[in-house]
């Protein structure tokens, strides 16, 4: 796997542009089109929001993404905290069937992401939560 770019700040959500802007800037690189490179933005900034409202409870902690390209070609994006374990991927998808007015509020983010992302993963490593996204 070759790195790109990587970025680590405090999980603020006034630090979302910087880290939206570093993934973009990536996905352009790698020649994605601007669709993809839109979708990839908004699939790192649904995870981004949640580690920041959730993951330290209050708190401020960090989030370091790094961006890569896999052997495959496939954009990577890997985005890390050390936050409270949540593995998104045991999440069921919400029921869109109701009319909007009807449906529970919330929950749309993690379903947003595996929409979006060919592949999502986590795992959990020693007191790290890794997310990593798939393009």
């Known amino acids: 796997m070759r790195q790109l770019s990587k970025l680590k700040l405090p999980a603020k959500l006034s630090n979302l542009r910087k880290f939206i802007d570093l993934v973009s800037k990536c996905a352009e690189d790698q020649g994605m089109n601007s669709e993809k490179v839109t979708d990839i933005g908004v699939a790192t900034e649904e995870a981004l929001v949640n580690i920041c409202n959730y993951a330290y409870q209050g708190k401020i902690g960090e989030v370091k993404v790094t961006c890569m390209v896999d052997d495959e070609n496939r954009f990577i994006i890997e985005i890390e905290d050390r ?8 999440l069921e998808d919400p029921n869109l069937t109701p009319d909007i007015d009807q449906r529970q509020v919330g929950g749309l983010g ?15 490593e020693e007191d790290k939560n890794i997310l990593i996204l798939v393009a």
């Open 110 to 124: 993690v379903f947003i992401i595996k929409e979006l992302m060919d592949d999502v993963q986590y795992r959990r």
């Open 83 to 90: 936050g409270i374990p949540f593995d998104a991927k045991l």
